[in-house]
């Protein structure tokens, strides 16, 4: 029988006054979106991060079908993405038609290869939508000079890049729009929730009506109109004040929860960087342009034998390590696209390789230590011809 995990992979934090914020939404008489706390952690982003204009969002998921409807994607339309993330990025353009276009990874920061992009382009092209994996910044001067020349919107999947920069630039407001998430695993968080980053001025209106029902109901709100009516399409993108409050909360406390998961970063990676050097790991790296927002800790070992293995033994120890993401072009709906095994090697070589190991808000020192001397010790009884 395998012992009960004792470090899980995630777990969920408070830092500061969210409960208490949460109790001020509901004394305030409004908890429905747009209230006091939605207002305070937009202004809070827009300042914090020089954004034109962010609105909180149900998800990252509902901001980028926000941005695939704001990019007036249909049928014939292509979009170019990574293979190597997570199922939204595609199946926001998905679901309005478009046939979308998987592009291979880059081995040193697992994304997106800015040199291969141009080769997809084509007279269908509408938009590229670069993905900042663990944090780290996609070449973002290629890609934006790429989509200039060749007139194509930029949706930068910021999910995991709160905070984090390129070349001085806050991930999310380099491309046309960009999109945060709020999801209880990443770095700043309230259950489910995100945000959309607005930085094509001509887009800003039409981003308000489509995130509320498609009505123009914050103009209302503004006293720009005497009524508000139904005129575009549009969903329901707005979250409850109840969680911008615990939000709120967070984003106050935004530089504290990342020298934390700074330290946990630094930990894991002195420790590791033993194995490293012997080549039985690979760790992760940062470009000299991108600032960090230590989003996550991955390993890349030698084959998927070894991966799963050690994964096994960290259960066996009780520490939960994931792996992540089933490449989208042998999904299922990948392989409904036409694609197949081979196609983009870098991807499915690394999917096979690539461990997570916890990370979260509280990961105390002895933790840290329990997770780096269990992989420590896997390597040594490999050696010795002792399996674990
Ligand atoms: C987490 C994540 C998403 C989805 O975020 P939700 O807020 O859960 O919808 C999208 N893209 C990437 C790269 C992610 O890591």
Redesign the pocket.
Known sequence: MQSPIKIPFNKPFIVGKELYYVAQSVLSGHIAGDGLFTRKCQEFMEKKFNANKILLTT????A?EMSAILCNVGVKDEVILPSF??V??ANAFYMRGVKVIFVDIKQETLNIDEAMIEDVITEHTKAIVP?H?AGISCEMDKIVDLACRYNLYVIE?A??GINAKYKGKFLGTIGDIGTY???E??NIICG???AIVINNEALIERAEIIREKGTNRSKFFRGEVDKYTWVDIGSSYLPSDLLAAFLYAQLENMEVIEEQRKDIFNYYYEALTPLAKKGVLRLPAIPSECKSNSHMFYIILDDEQTRDALMNYLKSNGILAVFHYLPLHLSPMGRSMGYKEGQLPVTEYISERLLRLPFYYNLSREELTKVSTCIELFFKGKKDNFPP
């Open positions: 998800s990252c998921t509902s980028l993330t997570f939204s990025t993905v994996y999947d999910a995991q998430s709020f999801h695993t990443k489910e929730g995100g």
